[in-house]
Nanobody, 125 residues
């Protein structure tokens, strides 16, 4: 059974850091594009970052550029989102998602077919 499980969310003060993990089971991430998306209350789900199947290409939304970094470890079948200098506006539920058997990093949520359950990130003093 294909499954993505996010972890690493929590409560952090402004300026703090968190690292989110997205662990895949039932399939290999070697062949998939993985994206991170977030959804704040009352807002649409938006793309944050994605990484190509090889890990050689990444895309980061302008709102988090310079603060968030995506990476993957194929040996652990896991993708990470390192989030630094967090701001209150980063508060949201963060989801990882997979574009199966694809290689191009395009942050369009309609292209992603497998989703995790989400992890809450709250940035507040």
């Amino acid at each position: 059974q294909l499954q993505l499980v996010e972890s690493g969310g929590g409560l952090v003060q402004p300026g703090g850091s968190l690292r989110l993990s997205c662990a895949a089971s039932g399939f290999s991430l070697d062949y998939d594009v993985i994206g991170w998306f977030r959804q704040a209350p009352g807002k649409e789900r938006e793309g944050v970052s994605c990484i190509s199947n090889s890990g050689g290409t990444t895309t980061v939304a302008d709102s988090v550029k310079g603060r968030f970094t995506i990476s993957k470890d194929n040996t652990k079948n896991t993708v990470y989102l390192q989030m630094n200098n967090l701001k209150p506006e980063d508060t949201a539920v963060y989801y990882c998602a997979a574009r199966r058997l694809q290689h191009m990093c395009i942050m369009n949520r309609t292209l992603f077919t497998s989703w995790g359950q989400g992890t809450q990130v709250t940035v507040s003093s």
